[in-house]
């Protein structure tokens, strides 16, 4: 079983930037960032094979940066420019083998989620 936490969420202004991490417990073939924001569906916003492999939502093309460090088990999440659209709960998700990019359902394990919020 995979244990995923996830940290670095919090309350910046509209143009600041934030780092979220997610520690992972166990083996990971890929991993993602995923958010909620109230009244809306689950979006996939950002995965990595820990490789080459990238997947990013048009949304947040060239203001967010995915980056794994595998000696760390960690995953993050670098967001920088943004918005109070980018306001949600984020969460952090693995998958055990294959590729789904931003699929959600093609992950296995789920982190708890930490809040963003983007004023303006």
């Known amino acids: 079983q995979v244990q995923l936490v996830e940290s670095g969420g919090g309350s910046v202004q509209a143009g600041g930037s934030l780092r979220l991490s997610c520690a992972a417990s166990?083996?990971?073939?890929?991993m993602g960032w995923f958010r909620q924001a109230p009244g809306k569906e689950r979006e996939g916003v950002a995965a990595?094979?820990?490789?080459?492999?990238?997947r990013y939502a048009d949304s947040v093309k060239g203001r967010f940066t995915i980056s794994r460090d595998n000696a760390k088990s960690t995953l993050y999440l670098q967001m920088n420019n943004l918005k109070p659209e980018d306001t949600a709960m984020y969460y952090c998700?693995?998958?055990?083998?294959?590729?789904?990019?931003?699929?959600?359902?093609?992950?296995?394990?789920w982190g708890q989620g930490t809040q963003v919020t983007v004023s303006s």
């Open positions: 998700a693995a998958a055990r083998s294959g590729w789904g990019g931003l699929v959600d359902n093609a992950y296995n394990y």
């Open positions: 166990g083996y990971t073939y890929y």
């Open positions: 990595f094979d820990g490789g080459i492999r990238t």
